[in-house]
């Protein structure tokens, strides 16, 4: 891939793909860790009798998935990067965004992993999650989600 006017590069669509999915597996332990522990005290006090054990599913999504958004926002504030990204070499453009601006990001994406913990909502949030990654592979060269464009990030190689 060429690099752009300003001399930077845009991550491939493969590498930031990878990013998320080092940082989906870390997110796993942490959900099944969480949904272990929620299932046993809700288990104690009776709650899963009132939701067919749908509540305990339903908090640890939303925890785990509020959890991991506040993490990329506070990583995207600090570094510029998810451990994701550090491993696999890219970094979010520019640096000296707003928080606010960043937060839209978060929110945007992944912050619908929140819902999927919801029936029916879940589907609809997914479809979501998998439309944002198509964008980004259709959009040439930039390679920039709705998620970018909202902030007015672009994902580039890190070079340093």
Partial sequence: MEATRTGVRPAEWWERLAARLIEGLAF????????????????????PDLSAGRLAGAVTWFTAGLAYTAYEWEAL???????????????VTPRDLPRRALLKRALLYPGPVMLLGIPLVNLVAGIFVFT???L?????????GPHDRLAGTKVVKDLR
């Fill in 28 to 47: 796993g332990v942490f959900y099944y860790i969480l949904f272990i522990a929620l299932w046993v005290s809700f288990r104690t006090v009776g709650a």
């Fill in 77 to 91: 504030c600090g570094a510029g990067c998810t451990f994701g990204k550090v491993i696999m070499k890219i970094r």
């Fill in 132 to 134: 944002v990654g198509m």
């Fill in 136 to 144: 980004i592979l259709i959009d040439r060269p930039a390679q920039r």
